[in-house]
């Protein structure tokens, strides 16, 4: 019978307290959007120049934006279909669950004028359910697929930054005779300098697997320390430009125009 009701393991919405307190849920926040890609944002800035790479991250972030809005609108419309009357008659097996779980959440609020979203603050629905209930099965396994592309490029992409700039600059004991190398750098591939690039790919590839088997509470203080630690690399990143001198970043100093309008007038 599908009016039996299902059991606490196949809800998706929880309408039990936040597992996070705000400010933590802002740390995992600030984590997400600030990859290790920030890291270059500098030198991108300095190679396409100053209103080209500000013309792009308002553009990049607008496009996010509004990606953001198009997928509240979706949760919305999720949500007012799941609470129709007439849902489990319509409803696929796979899906019934995600139709128990809005029912038995607390009634949907009155309608919201845009941009509000008549949605109860709790409402939580994953990314594959709602591609299964508005573009079907074979839609969800396209999105699936291209997680799983965009996951192991991801990894790919990490383990190389993590690895490379390690063996470069943390050199280790036991491995290349305690010396740091470029592994890009190197004429020989192979030898101590792959070892190791190697031994730094299993540290990530260990620290990716902790963080894997715990729980979203339980990474909270990892999260907080990510967070701190980017903003401290930020105010190093801010420091050492402003005091240092421009030189040591492959910028002209400043004295530079005024010294050729000199020899220019003395001429």
Same mark, same amino acid.
């Given at each position: 019978m599908r009016n039996e009701t299902p059991s606490a393991g196949l809800r998706f919405e929880d309408t039990r307290a936040s597992l996070l307190q705000p400010?933590?849920?802002?740390?995992?926040?600030?984590? #997400?959007?600030?990859?290790?890609? $920030?890291?270059?944002?500098?030198?991108? $800035?300095?190679?396409?120049?100053?209103?080209?790479?500000?013309? %792009?991250?308002? #553009? #990049?972030?607008?496009?996010?934006?509004? /990606?953001?809005?198009?997928?509240a609108e979706v949760i919305a419309r999720a949500h007012a279909l799941l609470h129709a009357k007439d849902v489990m008659s319509w409803l696929t097996p796979t899906l019934t669950p995600l139709a128990f779980a809005s029912t038995s959440a607390s009634p949907t609020p009155a309608r919201a004028r845009p941009p509000g979203l008549a949605l109860p603050s709790h409402t939580s629905y994953e990314i594959l359910m709602l591609c299964r209930l508005f573009m079907g099965k074979r839609a969800e396994q396209c999105v699936v697929v291209s997680c799983i592309l965009y996951l192991v490029g991801s990894l790919w992409s990490y383990i190389s930054v993590f690895a490379s700039s390690l063996a470069a600059m943390v050199p280790l004991k036991i491995v290349n005779d305690g010396e740091p190398c470029d592994i890009y750098q190197t004429?020989?591939?192979?030898?101590?300098?792959?070892?190791?690039?190697?031994?730094? %790919?299993?540290? $990530?590839?260990?620290?990716?697997?902790?963080?894997?088997?715990?729980?979203?509470?339980?990474? /909270?203080? $990892?999260?907080?320390?990510m967070t701190a630690a980017r903003l401290a690399i930020i105010l190093l990143m801010t420091a050492t430009l402003v005091l240092g001198k421009r030189e040591q970043f492959g910028l002209p100093p400043l004295n530079d125009n005024a010294s050729t309008s000199t020899t220019l007038a003395a001429g």
């Open positions: 400010w933590q849920v802002v740390c995992y926040t600030i984590n #997400v959007i600030m990859g290790s890609g $920030f890291l270059g944002v500098p030198a991108g $800035f300095l190679s396409s120049g100053t209103l080209l790479g500000l013309a %792009v991250i308002i #553009v #990049v972030s607008w496009m996010q934006w509004i /990606a953001a809005c198009l997928l004429d020989v591939y192979g030898g101590g300098c792959i070892g190791l690039y190697y031994l730094w %790919v299993l540290v $990530f590839a260990t620290l990716m697997v902790v963080l894997l088997c715990a729980e979203v509470r339980e990474q /909270a203080l $990892f999260q907080i320390f």
